[in-house]
């Protein structure tokens, strides 16, 4: 495992835009991991904010309050519209959103209408294009959508009210040509086990994890049992190798077919195969997330992972800490 600090003068956000980390809170403020730093934007948003997500292009940017209602759609690094979710339970997980192109358009992915009810909005023109008659989602707390490689599908990683975490996948072209298939959405077949994350490792693969609380039926033979890590091939709807996760872990993110960062505590490396930690910085804090619901817990950093170089990037007071194989 690689590290480098590049020093910052205070961080409102980071993202990752052309392998460069960006501030978009602070006029843009792009950084280099030769030190370089130059500014994309003109403005300082009056704003009190703490994430955000860039379109592949660049000429989106959504900046929000993870724990908030509210969030700002900039383009071109100007303020374009405001953007708000339902304050249901706002202040205890993160805002749902990403960005996804379709059909040579960029649409929003978040929930303007109900914390249960996800939508697409058309970045430039703001219609709603999914908000149609005969919507009845299901009560699911949407959060930390992660699109796949190749835009055709996403998952929601949220939690069902108990609070229970679990993974929905969804088809984007289905969803597009009926939005009522946004109102369920597919699970990990034949699990009863909380699962706590999920990265897409290929647009055909996911590796899932699942806590150590108890599972919903304790007569299930489950596919993921509690404490373990496997692939979901989402083409086939199988679940293959999974084995017990040895140690702490939390937010998963995928770097190959073979291993993934874990950033519960520290930063580390685990083999997917046998769930091995095979790398890791103990004295580099990361926070403690593991579930999309974070309002207990007291110091969250803010994280980026770049899924082109597979780097992560760690936000300290005046720093930035980015990590490579």
């Known amino acids: 495992m690689e590290l480098k600090t590049i020093q910052t003068n205070g961080l409102q956000t980071i993202d990752w835009f052309r ?44 900046i929000y309050q993870k724990l908030g209602t509210k969030g700002l759609l900039l383009r071109n690094g100007q303020v374009y519209r405001e953007i708000n979710r339902s304050y249901y339970q706002s202040s205890a997980y993160e805002f749902p959103a990403a960005f996804i ?48 490689p190749d835009h055709k599908s996403f998952v929601s990683k949220g939690w069902f009210w108990h609070p229970y975490d679990g993974v929905k996948l969804f088809s984007v072209d289905e969803c597009f040509k009926n939005p009522l298939s946004l109102d369920q959405g597919h699970e990990i077949p034949n699990s009863t086990t909380e699962i706590c994350s999920a990265s897409f490792i290929n647009s055909d693969q996911l590796i899932v994890c699942s806590s150590t609380e108890e599972r919903l039926d304790d007569e299930n033979v489950e596919p993921i049992p509690e404490g373990h890590m ?55 804090y990361s926070g403690e997330q593991n579930s999309s619901i974070i309002h207990h817990l007291k110091m969250t950093p803010k994280i980026a992972y770049n899924r082109n170089t597979k780097k992560i990037a760690i936000a300290g007071d005046s720093s930035i800490t980015i990590l490579s194989r």
């Open 101 to 148: 192109e379709h059909n040579n358009r960029i649409y929003l992915i978040h929930c303007p209408n109900g914390y249960n009810q996800i939508d697409f909005e058309d970045a430039e023109t703001g219609k709603v294009v999914t908000n149609i008659s005969g919507r009845s989602p299901s009560d699911f707390f949407h959060s930390r959508f992660e699109v796949s």
């Open 19 to 62: 392998d460069t980390v960006v501030d978009w809170n602070s006029a843009g403020n792009q950084y280099f991991e030769d030190g370089t730093v130059k500014q994309l934007g003109k403005y300082n948003f009056g704003f009190k904010c703490d994430g955000s997500i860039t379109s592949e292009s660049g000429e989106y940017v959504f």
């Open 230 to 284: 496997a692939i979901w091939n989402i083409k086939t709807d199988e679940i293959s190798g999974s084995v017990k996760i040895q140690g702490p872990y939390g937010n998963l993110y995928s770097i190959d077919q073979n291993d993934c960062w874990d950033l519960f505590k520290y930063p580390k490396i685990i083999e997917i195969s046998t769930g091995r930690i095979i790398d890791k910085i103990e004295n580099l």
